[in-house]
């Protein structure tokens, strides 16, 4: 009778990991994705990179703090010339190190985690009246607004109507003219609205939107398409509402 013959790749390692082992595994694959993400040498240390990042990354700078203990901790539980563990960190430490190794290596996409994928939209060549149905009658207050061309040139806010509108009442114009003879597009040449709005790929991730939001207080929108293109469909719409559960989704993630 034959017997079956054991796999190596099949065995499974059933020994848990020590808490060292898995702080300084969690801790190396946060300086590998810092240093090659921004393309910092990789013979920076440790703190110095995760300083630098806090400038391009949300998560490095909520974690800052955290990141630089974990430094000195790495330091502090490793024998210098041949990696010997001196002392093992408390679970609770390896736990949090771990979360942020996941959030900042395998970041949740903003496309599928946070942004509305029925985007509606309107015509640049429509009148106020239609605009403002369409914005009250689905709750929605930006609407991407595409010209003849097919391309997105703006966002059609609730609140930036509204301004408009009061303008022109003060001015002594009435409201039937505004409501029937003003376009959407009208609206928008007023204003330099470049920085109310941006446009990310279909990856980019909940972080990288966080940091679009963070960075301009003006932002009303974000809008995904496949490559990130004012004349692209917009797969998803993320608004500035939308960072309060953005936040909650990296808390928890």
């Known amino acids: 009778m034959t017997k079956n013959k054991t796999n190596v790749d099949d065995i499974v ?57 974990y430094g000195r901790l790495r330091n502090a539980i490793v024998h210098e010339n041949n990696d010997y563990v001196i002392a093992e960190p408390h679970i609770e430490v390896v736990e949090k190190i771990e979360k942020i190794e996941k959030i900042l290596t395998t970041p949740p996409r903003a496309l599928e985690a946070v942004a509305r994928r029925d985007v509606l939209s309107v015509s640049a060549d429509k009148s106020m009246r239609e605009v403002i149905c369409m914005i009250s009658s689905s709750g ?16 059609a806010n609730g609140q930036k109507i509204l301004d408009a ?6 001015s002594g114009g009435k409201s039937e003219t505004f409501l029937d003879s003003v376009k959407i597009q009208d609206i928008l040449s007023r204003i330099d609205h470049s920085d109310y709005y941006a446009f990310a790929n279909k990856d980019v991730t909940v972080e990288q939107a966080l940091e679009i939001f963070h960075k301009n207080s003006k932002m009303l929108a974000i ?16 608004t500035a509402a939308d960072t309060m559960k953005m936040n909650k989704i990296l808390e928890n993630f």
């Open 13 to 69: 390692d059933t020994v848990p990991k020590s808490n060292s082992a898995r702080f300084l595994s969690a801790f190396n694959n946060i300086d590998y994705a810092i240093k090659t993400r921004y393309n910092f040498n990789r013979s920076m240390g440790f703190s110095e990179a995760v300083r630098k990042a806090v400038a391009f990354n949300y998560i490095v700078r909520k974690y800052e703090d955290d990141l630089i203990g």
């Open 140 to 155: 929605y207050s930006n609407l991407p607004v595409f010209n003849k061309n097919g391309e997105i040139i703006g966002i």
């Open 223 to 238: 809008l995904i398409t496949e490559h990130g293109g004012a004349k692209e469909r917009p797969l998803g719409i993320m």
């Open 165 to 170: 509108f009061g303008k022109h009442l003060l």
